[in-house]
């Protein structure tokens, strides 16, 4: 299976054009944001669990990394409320379950490089962030290596970004609030995924925070 495969292309995913779609495990399911591959893939979903549901035991191949949107997330190692970051490098396991409240997360699997081997849960909801490089924006650094950052951004209102474009690109989840740029406006729960250098001067009007996830895509041309 190929879903939004080409990494020379901008993609926009709002709340709006979410599809569900059950997944082999029971009480599970998923809305593909990227894919490319089978049931084992390197893929980019938000994952919605059903209350008391489960996940059978399996192998991080290519590793994972998620964000708890929504409700608790849980695993033998402990439990992540929402707004909890967690990197699982290639070859950790896990049995999943959720509680009563269920639980929804953005996760990335099989995109980790083979030397990038940090476990780490972060805990955003009581972490400290710091100033940004512009005005008005705060960042919560999450993970860094040579081929990527990750991190949360806090932009207050009416803060506006001079245009500029991210080297090896930047997929971008909208948590709270919205933001727009020349190419459209982005509500809460949006996804969006611009490529090398593709140039953009965001802005908001009421505030939002944002996963932002920089340098881990081609650096090729972006697609005209």
């Given amino acids: 299976m190929k879903l939004n495969a080409d990494f020379s292309a901008r993609v926009v995913i709002r709340p709006a054009d979410y ?10 399911e998923r809305m593909m944001l990227d894919r490319i591959g089978g049931e084992v893939a390197r893929a980019t ?17 290519g590793g994972e990394e998620y964000l708890v949107l929504e409700g608790v997330f849980s695993d033998e190692a402990g439990d992540y409320p929402a707004g909890t970051y967690v990197r699982n490098p290639i070859g950790t396991s896990h049995r999943p379950h959720i509680g009563p ?13 083979d030397t990038d081997t940090k476990q780490k849960v972060v805990d955003t909801r009581n972490a400290a962030f710091t100033p ?6 705060e960042v919560l650094p999450l993970h860094s290596v040579p ?7 806090r932009w207050q209102p009416g803060t506006a970004l001079p ?3 991210h080297a090896g690109g930047a997929e971008i989840f909208v948590l709270e609030g919205s933001f727009a740029d020349e190419h459209g406006t982005y509500p809460a729960g949006t996804w969006l995924r611009l490529p090398h250098l593709f140039a953009h001067a965001p802005r908001t009007d009421e505030g939002c925070l944002l996963w932002v996830k920089s340098g881990h895509l081609p650096r090729e041309a972006a697609a005209a």
């Fill in 132 to 137: 940004g490089a512009t005005e008005g924006v």
């Fill in 45 to 61: 979903t938000i994952v919605r669990f059903a209350p008391n549901s489960a996940f059978d035991a399996h192998t991080h191949g």
């Fill in 19 to 28: 599809a569900w779609a059950a997944s082999p495990a029971a009480g599970v």
């Fill in 147 to 153: 081929t990527e950052e990750v991190g949360l951004h």
């Fill in 163 to 165: 245009p500029h474009g």
């Fill in 101 to 113: 409240e269920g639980a929804t997360i953005l996760v990335k699997l099989h995109q980790f490089e």
